[in-house]
């Protein structure tokens, strides 16, 4: 069955450093997402990306964050200067079409920032 | 404000011992309500999809309806590897499919 996958599942940084999060949508999926979860909260909406452009963001997707599609399968997340409140765990998740598709999401990185 | 409530937010059932967990939403335009499972360290795994009120999925122990209100994920006979944390998630009217998501119900069930 096909799914997102995600690298690294575990990276630990340290404040101030830049940070990039790899995701392999699933093949045929045109529309990506990054969400996150810090420990023991809801999971929350970052960005969503449709034909090589961002179609939404939330108020936590400031300047420090940035998604790409550098080629035709992966797509990452970068945090240019992370903070101590950017541990969380961020889940990229793609769907076939935007709203009555089904969004599928990966396993996750676990991004700690000491 | 969007905003979606589950209830509880944790659970422990014995084995075969059958309830339902609770989604309320208020949304200002519902496109879509989804229940996903998620286990400890884990990405949200999809279980079901509901569009419109009095609509309702099944897949083996488990089956979610849909009010105009709320939804509902009954789980029959339970087993301990029904163990988890539910998740309940809605899509508002947007052009881009994203999600407001609820706490979750943690689920224990015991053998």
């Known amino acids: 069955e096909p799914e997102v996958t995600q690298t690294p599942s575990h990276q630990v940084t340290q404040m101030g450093q830049e940070v990039i999060l790899r995701c392999v949508p699933i093949s045929n999926h045109l529309y990506f997402y990054w969400y996150r979860q810090i420990l023991g909260q809801k999971v929350e909406f970052l960005v969503s990306f449709y034909n090589n452009e961002i179609s939404e963001k939330s108020e936590i997707f400031d300047d420090q964050f940035s998604v790409e599609r550098p080629d035709g399968s992966n797509f990452t997340l970068k945090i240019r200067s992370t903070k101590l409140e950017d541990s969380a765990m961020y889940f990229c998740a793609s769907s076939v079409g935007g709203t009555l598709n089904t969004i599928y999401f990966g396993e996750g990185s676990w991004l700690t920032v000491v | 404000e969007d905003q979606v409530t589950q209830s509880p937010e944790a659970l422990r059932l014995q084995e075969g011992e059958s309830s339902s967990l609770n989604c309320s939403y208020t949304v200002s335009g519902l496109r879509g309500l989804f229940w996903y499972r998620q286990d400890p360290g884990k990405g949200p795994e999809f279980l079901f999809t509901?569009?419109?009120a009095g609509e309702e999925k099944e897949k083996e122990r488990l089956k979610a309806t849909l009010t105009k209100k709320e939804s509902f994920l009954h789980i029959t006979a339970p087993k301990p590897e029904d163990s988890a944390t539910y998740l309940c998630?809605?899509?508002?009217?947007?052009?881009?499919?994203?999600?407001?998501f609820g706490q979750g119900t943690t689920l224990q069930v015991k053998p």
């Open positions: 998630a809605v899509r508002i009217s947007s052009n881009t499919g994203k999600l407001i």
């Open positions: 509901l569009y419109s």
